[in-house]
């Protein structure tokens, strides 16, 4: 699973009560892994409810557009 422009595997979604806030992660082997677990939203509600950040281009969108 990597980004669907820049095949990029490193991504991030933004804290919906505060838009600065973001939760950095990496796709291994089609499991989402936290930079800083602490916090951050589960994988069913980053798969489900957040849109979500490419970390090296311009993409993003919902969680299923990674393939």
């Known amino acids: 699973m990597a980004c669907p422009l820049c095949k990029s595997q490193q991504f991030y979604v933004k804290n919906p009560d505060d838009s600065f806030e973001t939760y950095d992660f990496d796709l291994k082997n ?13 994988q069913d509600e980053v798969k489900k409810e957040r849109e979500v950040f490419c970390q090296r281009c311009a993409w993003h969108g919902p969680y299923d557009n990674i393939k």
Do not use: H, L, N
């Not at 089609?30 to 589960?42: K, R, S, V």
């Open 30 to 42: 089609g499991q989402i892994q936290f930079e800083d677990p602490d916090g951050a939203p589960t």
